[in-house]
């Protein structure tokens, strides 16, 4: 029985980096189509057009956000 190679976990390890991006922006485009929803709802006029520009924008925002906000405890 041999172990994992090299280029098995070069594999490995791009398919959970994508997978991770894309669980980030399909959370991002989960809350953009939320805040549509609840706009059309509420009678505003503030609908977020929802293209790639405003998806990854909104999550490189949550990310930045988030590590700001973020406690590191030392």
């Known amino acids: 029985m041999q172990g994992i190679s090299t ?9 959970v980096f994508i997978g991770a991006v894309s669980i980030g922006l399909l959370s991002s485009w989960i ?10 709802a ?3 006029h503030a609908v977020i057009p929802i293209n790639w ?7 490189l925002i949550y ?6 906000f973020s406690r590191s405890e030392k």
């Open 7 to 15: 280029g098995q976990v070069v594999f490995i390890t791009v398919l």
């Open 31 to 40: 809350l953009l189509n939320a805040w549509n929803i609840f706009a059309n």
């Open 42 to 44: 509420a009678g505003f």
């Open 53 to 59: 520009a405003t998806v990854i924008g909104s999550y």
């Open 63 to 68: 990310f930045v956000v988030r590590s700001i």
